[in-house]
């Protein structure tokens, strides 16, 4: 319905200027959306309005009534694009039904941080998005009150439509949408109080699932703008390595081939950003007319490299680690009270030490941009994390300023961080320059697995000191990762008790690395929660009363003062699921695991329930308490606890990238191994906590205490404890 | 390079092609159905399942010159309106999360059903684990196979 003719007929848009938290005025969202030149197929049963009114960057208002949402930040999987433009319609008091959502085009003039990372985006929108459908909201009212020759304040809204009780009249939103644009709204709006809400809170589903499931293009992969050439990227087999020389020459009269390039994204004198982390910046570009003729040409050329740095193995990352944690003492992050004493003093001493590989983040939809790069114009269309920070790394790189450069976000194949690093975006723009024609860079599975920006291989060894009662008396925690420690100093237990110490070693590499879901959280909840269950063990405790006796002193008497976590919320959980999960009830044959966490401003604990079937555990059950405050969309939140537990059980179990002589060991998912249907649990029942609390991350937190859950459970199944990631197949598992 | 002609979700369709072609990128690059989707190339993930002659295939491993006369169906031609017993499980479900993998898990679901009206969870799991969902919908997608099966 908003298709090229709309656009035409469409007689005028008007815009206010409304204020709504500095984040809108003035966008014209049909041009951005003539610009990105996407193929839609929202809304199939609505009809076309005849004429649209903007009210502010995020909504505009068809005379009939239907209203169209921005969503402006990138959609990974995580369902913004149906939860944050269901924040707006809230407070606008619209029908849900009658909504439109559109993906917003990076526009930094009139949206706050378009980035897709660390379980922000409704966080940090949440108060925003209110007050822009607030706001949109009082100027239809205002127009009404005009109209209906009455007082604002005799008005009520509902689902899209404005009454006046004491006259029985009521105006529909498209009625009075093109006068609201006349007036200006108040510098403070009131906001719904949350036991009014009507969409929020409710189960609503994907804005885009019914054309996920009839297959229509959406993500950047099926971008097919007409003349666009395939490109393809040949890097370096190793870490380490760089491009020496090419010989063009044995691919260029290969079918379909009509360009072979070198570029280089990082030219000489330009400074990256963070999100311009990449190990090879020099690659070799083959472009042609067709993916399989390209992926023959990139099999056939002859490309020598040359080593330029170390070629480090895995097994040497491995060594070092251990070295350094026996033998050094690590930077110091946090002290409380005298751990050396406590230690010495202590009746019992519990230390145990545990490891995790790289991990590739493999989003089903590899990498992969479209560019069309002229004299001083660049159009992008493509897959980005951080297309703001896309923005600025186009100007320096291609020598265009910003206001020529356009980039349109698709929906995408999946992100856990891994493309929140847009390198890929940049080499398109430099290929589609140096050839002079748009192309779509497609990278196979296997460049995008062996590119690098891996989670960080991580070793971390654990000391506790118990009285002879079995109380903790000393904590100590010394990290060490390459690169980076794992550790974050202020979390629990920190505050729990009173000697405690985090020491942090830190290791170079020249393999490239970076955020992948839950970064850090995602490798040091399952250690912590591990280890915590057997210094609970030592200590003859259960390990759910054992944390709830932390928490508690945590909440009368916190040691330190800067501790990164509500412990009544954090004991909350863990005893909410404790309920739900009926722990302490014994069932033949089911053995159980507990484990809690806190990140992303986010509360989760969890049991699992593994069970023998044959001779192989199988992961039965989980039960996950979430306080995460007020959900948005309970269906969704639900499905992204549920992923996130699959995807920690998936990568605790099987996965790892391992390198030997800089080159990765795994390319694709013949070596590389992902949990599997047949590998996943029986059943997931999630619970929320309900306090009314504004929202915090969803995307991340359920990920990283799984691991330790799983653990846990498996050595009351196995009688083993699992301190080396992956915890390895089945035929280990019984070993 | 070679001329076909191909029966694609019941519509005759001509393509000059390399033989050694995937139908994966015919599908995608010739004839422009991206709902079949490239996660590995090499018989892994399912991203690319579509059915031939009613049968799921991974159309990266089928070369255009092995199809034939061969009925190939693909995501797009599941139905004519996401009207398919499965794809309307998926969306009383609410299945996809990123989506990407869907359209394989759908393929590869629809072909079980109409091999088997009534699969048990072991039917459902040994079926569908050559289809990789990195989102981790497994559950989803086990009780939408389960409704699609009471449904068709
Ligand atoms: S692309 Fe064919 S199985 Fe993965
Ligand atoms: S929904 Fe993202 S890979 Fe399955």
């Known amino acids: 319905m908003t298709n090229d003719i709309n656009h035409k007929r469409r007689s005028f848009i008007k815009v206010s200027a409304a204020a709504g938290g500095g984040m809108m005025l003035g966008f014209n969202f049909i041009a951005c959306k003539e610009e990105s030149k996407i193929p839609d197929f929202i809304a199939p049963n609505l009809s076309e309005p005849s004429e649209w009114t903007t009210l502010n960057g995020f909504l505009s208002i068809g005379d009939n009534g239907v209203v169209t949402i921005m969503s402006p930040n990138p959609e990974i999987g995580q369902n913004v694009k149906t939860s944050m433009p269901m924040i707006v319609a809230e407070e606008l008091d619209a029908d849900w039904n009658q909504v439109i959502v559109e993906q917003a085009g990076l526009d930094t003039e009139n949206f706050e941080r378009q980035i897709a990372g660390g379980s922000q985006s409704i966080r940090h929108g949440w108060k925003n998005l209110r007050k822009t459908g607030a706001t949109a909201r009082n100027l239809l009212l205002q127009a009404a009150a005009a109209k209906l020759d009455v007082t604002i304040e005799e008005l009520t809204t509902s689902k899209g439509i404005i009454y006046h009780e004491a006259s029985d009249k009521s105006l529909g939103y498209g009625e009075v949408a093109s006068l609201a644009a006349d007036y200006t709204a108040p510098e403070e709006i009131k906001l719904k109080d949350p036991k009014d809400f009507a969409i929020i809170g409710h189960d609503t589903r994907n804005v885009d699932g019914f054309s996920i499931v009839q297959g229509k293009p959406l993500y950047g992969l099926d971008v097919n703008m007409p003349g666009t050439k395939i490109a393809m990227i040949v890097h370096p087999p190793a870490f380490g390595m760089k491009l020496k020389s090419m010989d063009d020459g044995s691919i260029k009269s290969m079918s379909g081939i009509t360009d072979v390039v070198k570029i280089n994204v990082e030219p000489e004198g330009w400074n990256p950003q963070w999100s311009d982390v990449n190990a090879y910046p020099e690659l070799v570009a083959i472009v042609g007319n067709s993916t399989w003729e390209v992926m023959k040409a990139k099999k056939a050329i002859k490309i020598d490299w040359e080593g330029e740095t170390a070629l480090e193995n895995s097994v040497d990352h491995e060594a070092t680690m251990t070295k350094l944690l026996a033998e050094q003492d690590g930077e110091l992050a946090r002290k409380d009270g005298d751990p050396d004493k406590a230690f010495a003093d202590a009746d019992k001493v519990v230390e145990k030490t545990y490891t995790a590989p790289f991990l590739a983040h493999n989003t089903m939809e590899p990498m992969n941009f479209y560019a069309n790069v002229t004299a001083d114009k660049a159009e992008l269309i493509g897959p980005i994390q951080t297309p703001m920070f896309l923005e600025g790394t186009l100007e320096g790189v291609l020598g265009i300023p910003k206001e020529n450069i356009s980039i349109m976000m698709t929906r995408m194949g999946g992100g856990f961080g891994r493309r929140l690093y847009g390198h890929f975006a940049t080499e398109a723009a430099l290929i589609s320059q140096a050839v002079q024609k748009p192309v779509k860079l497609v990278y196979t599975r296997e460049d995008d697995m062996t590119q690098g920006t891996y989670r960080p291989a991580y070793k971390v060894t654990y000391k506790a000191g118990l009285d002879k009662d079995g109380n903790l008396l000393a904590f100590g925690i010394k990290g060490s990762g390459i690169p980076g420690s794992p550790v974050f100093e202020n979390r629990f237990p920190a505050g729990a008790v009173d000697h405690y110490q985090v020491q942090n070693i830190q290791v170079e590499t020249n393999i490239s690395t970076g955020a992948w879901r839950a970064p850090r959280s995602n490798f040091i909840a399952t250690a912590e929660q591990s280890f915590l269950d057997e210094v609970a063990e030592a200590a003859g405790k259960d390990p759910i009363d054992f944390r709830l006796s932390l928490f508690d002193k945590a909440i009368k008497e916190p040691v330190g003062k800067d501790n990164d976590y509500d412990a009544e919320r954090y004991a909350g959980v863990l005893k909410l699921v404790k309920e739900k999960a009926n722990w302490g009830s014994e069932t033949s044959g089911v053995y159980r695991g507990v484990s809690a966490y806190y990140c992303h401003n986010s509360y989760v604990a969890q049991v699992l329930d593994v069970e023998i079937s044959g001779d192989v555990p199988k992961v039965k059950r989980v039960y996950c308490a979430v306080d995460c405050g007020i959900v948005v969309n309970p269906m969704a939140a639900k499905n992204q606890i549920e992923g996130g537990i699959v995807d920690g059980i998936g990568h605790a179990m099987y996965s790892a990238m391992t390198f030997k002589d800089g080159a990765p060991e795994q390319s694709n998912f013949h070596n590389y191994r992902l949990i599997r249907q047949a590998e996943a649990p029986e059943s997931i029942e999630v619970f929320f906590v309900d306090n009314g609390i504004d929202p915090t991350g969803l995307g991340e937190p359920s990920l990283p205490p799984i691991g330790a859950a799983l653990a846990n459970a498996l050595y009351q199944a196995v009688g083993k404890r699992f301190y080396q990631q992956p915890f390895g197949n089945e035929n280990d598992l019984l070993g | ?152």
């Open chain 2, 1 to 152: 390079m070679a001329s076909y002609k191909l029966n694609i979700n019941g519509e005759s369709r001509e393509i000059d092609v390399a033989e050694d072609t995937p139908m994966l990128w015919v599908l995608r690059d010739n004839l422009h159905l991206v709902g079949t989707k490239y996660g590995c190339g090499i018989a892994q993930c399912g991203a690319c399942t579509i059915h031939v002659d009613g049968k799921a295939v991974r159309s990266c491993q089928l070369r255009v010159s092995q199809v034939g006369e061969k009925k190939i169906t693909t995501i797009e031609g599941l139905s004519e309106d996401g009207s398919h017993p499965v794809q309307q499980a998926w969306i009383e479900h609410d299945v996809p999360q990123c989506g990407y993998c869907q359209a394989g898990q759908i393929m590869t679901a629809s072909a079980l059903l109409a091999e088997n009206k009534n699969p048990s969870d072991t039917d459902i799991a040994t079926a569908m684990n050559g289809n990789i969902c990195r989102c981790g919908t497994y559950t989803r997608i086990r009780a939408a196979v389960k409704t699609a099966a009471k449904n068709a």
